[in-house]
């Protein structure tokens, strides 16, 4: 029996666990994936994105629009006509009218609104690489935390095995009568929650394909390779960097501008309406009988009411520009918060996980070997024992969970920068 528990001891300590990053191999019938393939997949799949897409293409179309004139209005008509004999040849002024009416623009008005147009397609553009980026940061998460429940998987299932070789050497030390019974409970307890665990975890890790499924246009429970590593790199950014960055490319921002610009081409077009536009028309008159007539007309808008109408336009137009001018600055400002805020998370994450793998992981895989020497030996009870072994393993899974909360971190700021800052497999 002693023979049995001192094997078990050995096994103990030479399965200590240790932060390491390993491949998992992929299920069967789980066709093999990268997140760039993803992406790649979203950009040509996602309904969202082909739904901007049509959205941008459909306000393309309304340029040439924009510029034209109205259509010409054609009329015909019969004119003193004699109700009594309906005779076209009785009365002089009787006749068949054909008649052209053309409304001609006031000066610069057609440029006005097709620069309108395109400003709207503009922000149609706009508004398609922020969806774009939108559903490159919700990939880019679930992937993350698929890789951290991959690990985790691992790692509950390392200490799962390892307290299995515990609950065995209680249980002969028990039955040797130099254990205790609570021993056997307690490392009992502890499994039952480790597989309680494994069932969120894999729970979680369904949930997550669903969603990245969802957004690539597959059946939610299509098959998806987990990802079988997760990976730090570097990030060197500062927040003075970054903030610059966004600036020059963040599409919020871009639309932002490009939304002060529409709204004073609309302030533009609005002083234009005080201006009347230019109604001419060419008419011909047929009569049977007599000479056929030719006439001509001029009509003029007349701004009666403008101080209640035309005034009024102006003036929502300028405020419109104000206030997208003050979206822009309150847009700049959640700019700046953000990366100040995500900068933060990014340096946390980082210390916390240096100090974890070069400072606490290895002085706890020590201490579990010192609890594990001292056990053989009867100087330290089951518990102390039980509890190192716990506290290792809890400090890997805090070490992966901050690796993935950081590559996460990392992917939201790439989204508030509009542009890539790390490369991906």
């Given at each position: 029996?002693?023979?049995?528990m001192r094997?078990?001891?050995i096994?103990?300590w030479c399965?200590?666990?240790?932060?390491?990053?390993?491949?998992?191999?992929?299920?069967?019938d789980?066709?093999?994936?990268?997140?760039?393939?993803l992406?790649?997949?979203?950009q040509?799949?996602?309904?969202?994105?082909?739904?901007?897409?049509?959205?941008?293409?459909?306000?393309?179309?309304?340029?040439?629009?924009?510029?034209?004139?109205?259509?010409?209005?054609?009329t015909?008509?019969?004119?003193?006509?004699?109700?009594?004999t309906?005779?076209?040849?009785?009365?002089?002024?009787?006749?068949?009218?054909?008649?052209?009416?053309?409304?001609?623009?006031?000066?610069?008005?057609?440029?006005?609104?097709?620069?309108?147009?395109?400003?709207?397609?503009?922000?149609?553009?706009?508004?398609?690489r922020?969806?774009?980026?939108?559903?490159e940061?919700?990939?880019?998460?679930?992937?993350?935390?698929?890789?951290?429940?991959?690990?985790?998987?691992?790692?509950?299932?390392?200490?799962?095995?390892?307290?299995?070789?515990?609950?065995?050497?209680a249980?002969?030390?028990?039955?040797t009568?130099?254990?205790?019974?609570q021993?056997?409970?307690?490392?009992?307890?502890e499994?039952?929650?480790?597989?309680?665990?494994?069932?969120?975890?894999?729970?979680?890790?369904?949930?997550?394909?669903?969603?990245?499924?969802?957004?690539?246009?597959?059946?939610?429970?299509?098959?998806l390779q987990?990802?079988?590593?997760?990976?730090d790199?570097?990030?060197?950014?500062?927040?003075?960097?970054?903030?610059?960055?966004?600036?020059e490319?963040?599409?919020?921002?871009?639309?932002?501008?490009?939304?002060?610009?529409?709204?004073?081409?609309?302030?533009?077009?609005?002083?234009?309406?005080?201006?009347?536009?230019?109604?001419?028309?060419?008419?011909y008159n047929?009569?049977?009988?007599r000479?056929?007539?030719?006439?001509?007309?001029?009509?003029?808008?007349?701004?009666l009411?403008?101080?209640?109408?035309?005034?009024?336009?102006?003036?929502?137009?300028?405020?419109a520009?104000?206030?997208?001018?003050a979206?822009?600055?309150?847009e700049?400002?959640?700019?700046?918060?953000?990366v100040?805020?995500?900068?933060?998370g990014?340096?946390?994450?980082?210390?916390r996980?240096?100090?974890?793998?070069?400072?606490?992981?290895?002085?706890?895989?020590?201490?579990?070997?010192?609890?594990?020497?001292?056990?053989?030996?009867?100087?330290?009870?089951?518990?102390?024992?039980?509890?190192?072994?716990k506290?290792?393993?809890?400090?890997?899974?805090?070490?992966?969970?901050?690796?993935?909360?950081?590559?996460?971190?990392?992917?939201?700021?790439?989204?508030?920068?509009?542009?890539?800052?790390?490369?991906?497999?």
């Open positions: 029996m002693q023979r049995m094997a078990g001891l096994l103990l399965l200590t666990p240790v932060v390491r990053v390993t491949g998992g191999q992929p299920a069967a789980e066709p093999p994936v990268t997140l760039t393939a992406l790649d997949l979203a040509k799949e996602n309904p969202r994105i082909l739904a901007e897409r049509l959205r941008f293409d459909a306000a393309e179309t309304r340029v040439p629009r924009a510029g034209a004139w109205e259509d010409p209005q054609v015909f008509s019969l004119a003193n006509i004699p109700w009594r309906f005779d076209f040849t009785q009365e002089g002024m009787t006749g068949k009218q054909l008649s052209v009416m053309q409304r001609i623009p006031l000066r610069g008005v057609t440029g006005i609104k097709t620069d309108i147009a395109r400003r709207s397609v503009e922000m149609a553009d706009w508004s398609h922020m969806v774009q980026q939108e559903v940061r919700q990939i880019k998460t679930a992937w993350f935390n698929m890789a951290y429940i991959t690990r985790a998987v691992e790692i509950m299932n390392r200490k799962k095995a390892l307290l299995g070789n515990v609950i065995r050497i249980e002969s030390r028990y039955a009568g130099e254990g205790l019974q021993d056997i409970l307690k490392a009992q307890v499994l039952s929650q480790i597989l309680d665990g494994l069932i969120v975890l894999r729970q979680s890790r369904s949930t997550l394909a669903a969603k990245i499924n969802t957004l690539v246009n597959r059946l939610p429970d299509s098959p987990a990802p079988d590593a997760l990976t790199v570097p990030f060197e950014y500062s927040a003075r960097e970054l903030v610059a960055m966004s600036l490319a963040r599409p919020a921002l871009m639309a932002a501008a490009t939304a002060i610009n529409r709204a004073e081409q609309n302030h533009a077009l609005a002083q234009k309406a005080w201006w009347p536009n230019l109604d001419v028309g060419m008419g047929q009569r049977d009988d000479p056929d007539f030719i006439s001509a007309q001029v009509a003029l808008r007349i701004p009411f403008g101080e209640r109408k035309q005034k009024q336009d102006v003036q929502q137009a300028r405020l520009i104000e206030e997208a001018e979206r822009r600055q309150q700049i400002q959640h700019l700046r918060y953000t100040a805020e995500l900068s933060n990014i340096q946390q994450d980082r210390e996980m240096t100090l974890l793998q070069s400072g606490i992981i290895p002085q706890s895989s020590r201490s579990l070997e010192s609890a594990v020497a001292g056990y053989r030996v009867d100087k330290v009870n089951f518990l102390t024992l039980l509890d190192n072994l506290t290792l393993f809890d400090h890997e899974l805090t070490y992966y969970r901050l690796l993935a909360d950081y590559r996460v971190r990392i992917a939201t700021m790439e989204q508030v920068a509009g542009t890539s800052l790390v490369t991906y497999e």
